[in-house]
């Protein structure tokens, strides 16, 4: 059986990688596997053995994308067409001008990776605080939706059937033993503290919100003002497309966007994964690697002091009250800097996946602060968050792998 799977996302690796995780998947149960990929994606298959093909950004153009499917589709000759996910993929249609109807022609098993469970979350997506987009519905279409936990709930939801979205475990004497090499080429001492902050493509964009642009400027600011007041030996250690205007000084180190054995050494080292995202698929490679993770979200519009006083219930400091001369106002988000607030939330209702991993108000400076002492140098309550994250993958291994429920859907 060979499977095609369309990995379009153009700015963001997380959805590809769902996909890469899938294939392997399937090939240890005798499958094969092919991905159409956008050749920012690149990266992550360089160490891979998958058939790629590898598309540009002129692939928006309204023929190109179906042109490269069908030479790729009779190249190939798979047995069924997986999307990596539904919601991106959405995204290169519309963009590409391409009815999701062409899909059908190739008269194969159409499944998708629903990152989202859009039954469950609904069709309306609130992005860039302002802009709502309404997601088209492809029930009509697709034969069987997969939805990946992290961050779907355990429990089957009304769209798709939920399955375990975890990496491999680390094979534990290689990453001890590049734990410490990792954290001197950063310049972390072994009593130092190392903050791994990772951003994406897309979100250094410049968006036409400027709400958007705003929080993007201004909310890692605040993050290297709360790291700073922990003192000289936290250092923050950022993994992304471009460095980020942050001086801390010294504190701040940049990482381009690296190849996963890379990332995982990265991993290896750090004290703690900090997000402003809780849909980041690195966070289910962290709670694999047994790496402390945490939140910060935002549910309050604050529009000056006096919405966050009431808001946090206790007073604002003087750095936060400049901070939010510069920033406000502050929308709530999920997914810094875009928003999905609303949208997100069905997701996270009842869900494990908020218990394993804790998620604090940005901008109660208090209980960060507090949170982030903990998480750095209380070991009792790193122990305890490694514990609930420990005991959270264990769960989800109980779950069936995307292979299973793929096979199933297209024997």
Same mark, same amino acid.
């Given at each position: ?9 153009t ?58 499917l ?10 069924s067409?997986?999307?990596?996910d ?9 963009k590409?001008?391409? #009815?999701?109807?062409f ?8 499944? %998708? ?15 860039? &605080?302002? =802009? ?30 939920p ?8 094979? $534990? ?8 090499? =990792?954290?001197?080429s ?36 605040l993050l #290297? ?36 054995d ?13 997000? &402003? ?21 935002n ?9 966050? #006083? $009431? ?10 009250? %400049? ?14 800097? =875009?928003? &999905?607030?609303e ?14 991993i804790?998620?604090f ?15 750095? &140098?209380n070991a009792?309550?790193?122990e ?11 769960r989800l291994? $109980?779950?069936? #792998? ?10």
């Open positions: 059986m060979k499977h095609l799977i369309l990995a379009l996302c700015r963001g690796w997380g959805e590809t990688v769902l996909g890469i995780r899938m294939a392997h998947e399937l090939r240890r149960i005798g499958h094969e596997c092919v991905f159409l990929t956008h050749e920012g994606a690149g990266p992550l298959f360089a160490n891979l053995s998958f058939p790629v093909m590898k598309m540009g950004d002129h692939a928006t153009m309204s023929e190109f994308l179906t042109i490269a069908r030479l790729f589709f009779d190249q190939c000759k798979p047995d067409i997986i999307l990596a539904y919601y991106t993929t959405d995204l290169a249609f519309d590409s001008k391409t #009815s999701p109807q899909l059908k022609e190739f008269q194969v098993p159409l499944g %998708a990776i629903d990152t989202w469970d859009l039954k469950r979350c609904g069709p309306h997506m609130d992005t860039m &605080f302002d =802009v709502t987009r309404k997601i088209p519905d492809w029930s009509d279409l697709l034969d069987y939706r997969l939805t990946p936990v992290p961050i779907a709930p355990v429990e089957a939801g009304p769209g798709g059937s399955y375990c979205c975890l990496p491999p475990a680390p094979r $534990q004497r290689v990453m001890k033993k590049v734990s410490r090499h =990792v954290r001197r950063l310049g972390v001492g072994d009593e130092e503290r190392m903050v791994l902050f990772l951003t994406a493509s897309w979100q250094h964009s410049q968006f036409t919100s400027e709400n958007c642009n705003r929080i993007k400027r201004w909310l890692p600011e #290297s003002q709360y790291l700073s007041k922990l003192g000289s030996n936290v250092h923050l250690v950022h993994v992304g497309p471009a460095a980020l205007p942050l001086e801390m000084n010294g504190q701040y180190r940049w990482v381009p966007s690296c190849a996963p890379t990332f995982n050494a990265l991993l290896s080292g750090a004290d703690l994964l900090l997000g &402003f995202n809780v849909s980041a698929s690195t966070i289910a490679k962290a709670m694999v690697y047994g790496l402390p993770c945490m939140l910060l979200i549910s309050h519009l604050v529009k000056g002091t006096d919405d966050l #006083s $009431q808001a946090i219930g206790g007073g604002v400091s003087s750095e936060m009250k %400049a901070w939010l001369k510069k920033a406000a106002p502050v929308h709530p988000y999920y997914m810094w800097p =875009v928003g &999905f607030f949208f997100i939330a069905p997701l996270l209702e009842n869900n494990e996946y908020c218990d394993a804790p998620s108000e940005v901008l109660d400076e208090e209980r960060v602060l507090e949170e982030l002492d903990k998480m750095l &140098f009792t309550a790193r305890e968050q490694v514990d609930r994250q420990f005991h959270y993958v264990e291994r $109980q779950l069936p #792998s995307a292979a299973t429920l793929v096979a199933d859907h297209v024997q």
